[in-house]
């Protein structure tokens, strides 16, 4: 992978400069840990680092956050402002002072790989350069802290998810969805290291943290043999797990979809709309193309026209936007476009 089209211009890398390489031997992994420096909020140090590092544009930090595009550059600002005024050393941590950084380093590391699981925007929709690089990084963390148990959860899960990365795409780059994916192409060997890391995880920790539940979940589907025989009560439970720990709208949005498939669309629904109001979610076409599946299987066709309908305007994905116009069409029985 090129740097410069990765992680961001050679200006804005030597914004951070390390001096010293102490027990990391990945330029990259050095400057994000020397740039999530404590001095700075969580939330500014992921957006500082995913802008100067990860390659990402402030746009698609905004959409990964749920926040508005000027809320992030206002972050990176006040983080550059911070740095300077506090005259902060850019130093790699110390073993002692790494676990203050270990969850800022994460999120990055994690962001990284979503951007390219399923791009933001563009006309593809991955971007299987940043899943490589964002799973390199996450494996040379694991050896640098072997210990820590979140880490083996963070590789497992992205282990999980690129082994249906082949199953992803059709023959014309069209996203295949999950419960769709012929999982003969699953590569078994990713799905294997995941597992093992994942065990790995579940031995030095209990109970689990964030990255660890995702891949726990993400182990579901990856021992279902077909999409019929997938836990989805299990599925659930480790959904509630998550949902606790992070407060977060979007596990929120995943659970309801799990809850859909363990005790029916109904059930599922209920759920999505106690969320329409949620504001980190408005704006979001997730929402609306959730809530078009359950209409959609409970035959209430005309409603789940407008969802899929609303949540293509949304999208700003030239391939999930195609997707989600065919199932806005499936569902109007049309010959053309909605």
């Known amino acids: 992978m090129q740097s410069d089209a990765t ?17 990391v031997d990945d330029e990259l992994l050095r400057l994000i840990l020397i740039a999530c420096h404590p001095v700075l909020s969580k939330e500014a140090r992921v957006a500082l680092t995913l802008r100067l ?42 073993a002692e002072d790494l676990a203050d950084r270990l969850p800022s380093v994460f999120e990055v590391i994690y962001l990284i790989f979503n951007e390219g699981y399923a791009a933001t925007r563009g006309k593809d929709w991955m971007r299987l350069e ?75 920790a209990s109970p689990l943290g964030p990255y660890a539940l995702q891949a726990a979940i993400a182990a579901c589907h990856a021992q279902a043999r077909s999409a019929d025989e997938t836990d989805w ?37 209920e759920l999505i709309d106690a969320l329409t109001d949620e504001p980190a979610l408005r704006g979001y076409h997730l929402l609306p193309s959730v809530r078009g599946d359950l209409l959609s299987k409970l035959g209430r066709v005309d409603e789940a026209y407008k969802e899929f309908g609303r949540a293509a305007v949304m999208a700003q994905n030239v391939r999930e936007r195609e997707l989600l116009l065919a199932r806005a069409k499936a569902c109007a029985g049309e010959t053309g476009p909605p």
């Open 7 to 23: 992680t961001g211009t050679s200006a804005d890398r030597h914004e951070i400069e390390a001096d010293s390489d102490e027990g």
């Open 53 to 94: 590092l990860g390659g990402l544009t402030t746009d698609q930090i905004a959409r990964a956050f749920l926040v508005p595009e000027t809320t992030i550059a206002q972050r990176i600002v006040r983080a550059k402002r911070t740095l300077a005024e506090a005259r902060v050393p850019f130093e790699i941590p110390r």
């Open 130 to 204: 940043l899943c490589e690089e964002a799973l390199r990084l996450a494996r040379i963390l694991a050896e640098r802290v072997p210990d820590n148990a979140e880490v083996h959860g963070l590789v497992a899960l992205m282990e999980l998810h690129s082994s249906r990365a082949r199953a992803r795409l059709g023959p014309s780059g069209e996203p295949i969805l999950l419960l769709d994916q012929d999982r003969s192409r699953w590569d078994q060997l990713l799905v294997h290291r995941g597992l093992a890391a994942l065990a790995r995880a579940e031995a030095l």
């Open 233 to 269: 009560k299990k599925i659930v439970a480790l959904y509630d797990a998550l949902v606790e720990i992070t407060q977060s709208p979007l596990v929120e949005l995943n659970r309801a979809i799990a809850v859909g498939m363990a005790f029916g669309a109904e059930a599922g629904l």
